[in-house]
């Protein structure tokens, strides 16, 4: 952490000793705590909120200006919009805790943001089903294998994917009730998984409310590089939360609205002109398509401290 500059020069030692001592009251206030974890975090927090506050010299107009955009971010989340969660993504906060989370293992698929318009019990497909739903969209075939870190397939791997439609909205921000763009699939006994979803393309996040105006005011774009959400999980295996990223997207080069990008994760989605047989004999109606493969390689649910 940055050295905070506790006091300008005029303000002297006496403002100094009266910050420290207030930051150290408010530290002492939480020794009767009786979980170690939460006094570790609070005091954490404290001596951090505090040195920003000192470091700035925030004034009281700040002070309410920021209460006042937290208590918007918290008006406007509600069961399907999550604003604190696209606050953390936005501030990079989320992919610190996941880098933190996620220690890097040998040749393991590297995590990304979770992002907030996952949906519990997706509905199921069959290998080689869409996930589509009718959501629309250009087709896409999508395979691969799960495999441990040693190269051993990963039978009955549990897949989640999601997706947004080609208008760049996801099926929960809809008023309709729809289950569109997202399903579950099972890898076989070889670890291979394939499934039909849609091209990614490059969307905003939900910019009309708080977090929007705050991207708006420093300058900085609410869009999202194109991509494909996956979840995969296995029994004695870390849970990978990441996405594919789409190899040539323009928006890769001018930046991630949440910072959610890793080279690893940039795939070719290789595009297929209309007529063009697909790999399970669909009939697709005469539409262009692509085809990508992802590869997916879990890390040990319990990493080994010899590893590095």
Known sequence: MTTPTH????????????????????????????DPRLREIMEAVVRHLHG???????????????????????????????????????LGASMQTIAVNNEAYRNATEATVFGPFFVDDAPAIPLGGDIAAGAQGEPAWIEGTVTDTDGTPVPGARIEVWECDEEGL?????????????????SDEQGRYRFWGLTPVPYPIPHDGPVGRMLDAVGRSPVRAAHLH???????????????????????????????????????????????????????GGKEWSRARFDIVLAPEDIPDTHH
């Not at 959610?260 to 994760?265: A, E, I």
């Not at 989605?269 to 399970?280: H, S, V």
Request: charged residues 30%; negative net charge; aromatic residues 8%.
């Open 7 to 34: 006091a300008t020069p005029e303000h002297g030692d006496r403002q100094t000793a009266v910050e420290e001592d207030l930051l150290q009251r408010v530290l002492d206030s939480f020794s009767g705590c009786d």
């Open 170 to 186: 996801y099926d929960v921000q809809y008023d309709d009730g729809r289950t569109a763009a997202r399903a579950h699939l099972v």
């Open 230 to 284: 996956f979840m995969v999980t296995a029994p004695g295996l870390r849970r990978l939360v990441t996405h594919i990223f789409v190899d040539g997207d323009p928006q890769l080069a001018i930046g991630d609205s949440v910072f959610g990008v890793k080279d690893s994760l940039v795939t070719a989605f290789e595009r297929q002109p209309a007529g063009t047989a697909t790999p399970d004999g669909r009939d697709l």
């Open 52 to 90: 920003l506050i000192r470091e700035v010299r925030l004034t009281e107009d700040e002070w309410r200006h920021a209460i006042d955009f937290l208590t918007q971010v918290g008006h406007i989340t509600d069961d399907t919009r999550q604003e604190f969660i696209l606050l953390s993504d936005t």
